[in-house]
């Protein structure tokens, strides 16, 4: 009976420890389903607001047309 009982709690234990290591390690993901219109505008905006320049809006816009 105490065999049982000393597997019981190894189990447990062990199933408890598992369960805190799958906390993660605390990194902010974020998924993002913008489209490329979506940032083509928000670039757009950028400049307009003088965020960026005309040379930054262009590469910017260039890799964003470019990933197409």
Same mark, same amino acid.
């Given at each position: 009976m105490k065999t049982i009982k000393v597997v019981t709690w190894t189990i447990l234990l062990s199933f408890c420890l598992i369960a805190l290591?799958?906390? *993660?390690?605390?990194? @902010?993901?974020?998924?993002?389903?913008?489209?490329?219109?979506?940032?083509?505008?928000?670039?757009?905006?950028?400049?307009?607001? *003088?965020?960026?320049? @005309?040379d930054e809006f262009e590469d910017a816009k260039e890799k964003i047309l470019d990933r197409d």
């Open positions: 290591g799958c906390g *993660g390690g605390g990194a @902010d993901v974020r998924a993002t389903n913008t489209t490329m219109g979506q940032e083509l505008t928000d670039l757009q905006k950028a400049k307009e607001q *003088g965020l960026i320049t @005309d």
